[in-house]
């Protein structure tokens, strides 16, 4: 009898497993959507601190690539939580836009007898990286 009651449960028990399977796979997209929104949000902040911080002028403050690669973060972490075509071609417009604008900042008023001699192709690389990227 006892053998019967356990055969029972083992039944009912995998009729109900691919049920719970389904579920922890919808919590796991669910978790992964989220995780996502988070990531977007984080790269956007800190491509905002990093850009704000960033002064071609003076020495400790002026590194265009931390600048280039919280704005290519920020655009990755986008187009990961975006389907269309259009909100596609939006993102990596926005990162070409970014990096137009580092490389208006280097080009500033006495940057060239002031940064490192490596910082404006360093971001015109930027600028023509990202504009492949939105073709």
């Not at 939006?90 to 001699?117: C, F, N, W, Y």
């Amino acid at each position: 009898m006892r053998f019967f009651i356990l055969l029972t449960v083992a039944i009912i028990a995998s009729a109900f497993a691919p049920i719970k399977q389904t579920l922890s796979n919808a919590d796991r997209h669910t978790d992964v959507d989220q995780l996502a929104k988070v990531r977007l949000y984080r790269a956007r902040n800190c491509y905002d601190a990093v850009w704000d911080d960033f002064q071609p002028f003076q020495i400790g403050k002026s590194d265009p690539e931390k600048v280039y690669r919280w704005s290519r973060r920020w655009m990755e972490a986008e187009l990961s939580t975006v389907q269309s075509k259009t909100d596609r071609i939006a993102a990596t417009q926005s990162h070409l836009e970014r990096m137009k604008s580092l490389e208006l900042k280097v080009r500033g008023d006495g940057a060239r007898s002031t940064i490192p001699v490596y910082e404006l192709p360093a971001t015109q690389y930027y600028c023509a990286e990202a504009e492949i990227q939105s073709e």
